[in-house]
C-alpha cells in the first residue's frame, strides 16, 4: 500500500467509533470503544485558548499498529472536532510525541486536524522556541494547530515537514553576551554545545560550565544557524 493511501486510510471518518463524554478533575474525556480496548482522549485547557491534547488506549501512550490505528487516529479527529464546537473559544491545540520515529504519523495527524477545522499547523521552529507552545508540550516533539487561516510565514509548514522534527538549540556563552549565539537543529543539548565548541572559532576552549544550551532563543545577540547537528569524529 502507498503512503498516501496508508494516510488517507489511516484518517477515514467511516472508522470513527461513538464517544462518551466526560468533564473530570482533569479536565475533559471523550471515550471510546476500539475492540475490547478503551481509547481516552483528553482535552486540558492550559490557559486561555490553548488546549492540551493528549490521547491513550487502556492507559498506554504508545500505538501499536496492530489494525487499531485507523480508528484511532480516526476518532481523535472527531474528538477534536466535537470539543471545538463545545468550546469556540478554544484557538490553540497542542498536542506531543516522545518518539521522533512518530513524527510523520503527528504530522499527518495535525495537518488533518487543521484542514477539517479550517485552521492551519505552526511550523516547528515556531513550536520549539515560542514560549506559548513550550511551556505547553508535555513529550519530545510538539505539534500545534492553531485557529485562522496560515499567514505568509507559515505556509511552507502546512506541507508535510517530519523529516523537520528535531530538537531546536540555542547555544551560547552564559557570561559573554558579545558573542554569537548558534542554532543547531537536533542532537541533545550537550551534544550541541560540544559541536558548537569544537566546530566555531569563537568557544574553542571553551570550558562546558561556561555554555548553555536552550529552546528559546536569546533576544538582543546575533543568531547564526549552523543546521543540522553532526556526530563528530573522536579526533574532534
Do not use: C
Not at 472536532?81 to 504519523?105: C, G, L, W
Not at 547555544?171 to 569544537?198: I, Q, R
Amino acid at each position: 500500500m502507498r503512503a498516501n493511501e496508508f494516510l488517507s486510510e489511516l484518517f477515514d471518518p467511516k472508522r470513527a467509533v461513538p464517544l462518551e463524554w466526560s468533564t473530570e478533575f482533569d479536565g475533559e474525556h471523550a471515550y471510546g470503544q476500539i475492540g475490547e480496548k478503551t481509547l481516552d482522549v483528553h482535552f486540558v485547557q492550559d490557559r486561555q485558548g490553548v488546549v492540551i491534547l493528549t490521547f491513550n488506549v487502556d492507559n498506554s501512550f504508545q500505538v501499536t499498529g496492530q489494525g487499531d490505528t485507523n480508528s484511532i487516529f480516526s476518532t481523535v479527529i472527531h474528538a477534536v472536532t466535537h470539543y471545538v464546537h463545545k468550546h469556540p473559544d478554544a484557538t490553540i491545540f497542542v498536542f506531543t510525541a516522545n518518539e521522533q520515529s512518530r513524527a510523520r504519523m503527528y504530522d499527518a495527524l495535525a495537518k488533518r486536524v487543521s484542514n477539517q477545522l479550517g485552521w492551519h499547523v505552526v511550523p516547528h521552529d515556531e513550536v520549539m522556541n515560542d514560549p506559548k507552545y513550550t511551556d505547553a508540550r508535555q513529550g519530545s516533539y510538539a505539534f500545534v494547530v492553531e485557529k485562522g487561516v496560515a499567514p505568509e510565514h507559515r505556509q511552507a509548514a502546512q506541507k508535510p515537514q517530519h523529516e523537520k522534527f528535531k530538537d531546536i538549540w540555542y547555544v551560547g556563552s552564559m557570561e559573554d553576551k558579545t558573542l554569537p549565539v548558534f542554532k543547531v537543529s537536533g542532537g541533545k543539548g550537550w551534544e550541541a554545545e560540544h559541536f558548537v565548541m569544537h566546530t566555531r572559532p569563537e568557544y574553542k576552549d571553551f570550558h562546558p560550565m561556561g555554555m548553555y544550551s536552550t529552546h528559546t532563543a536569546p533576544k538582543g545577540q546575533k543568531i547564526i544557524d549552523l543546521g543540522d547537528y553532526k556526530t563528530l569524529s573522536k579526533a574532534s
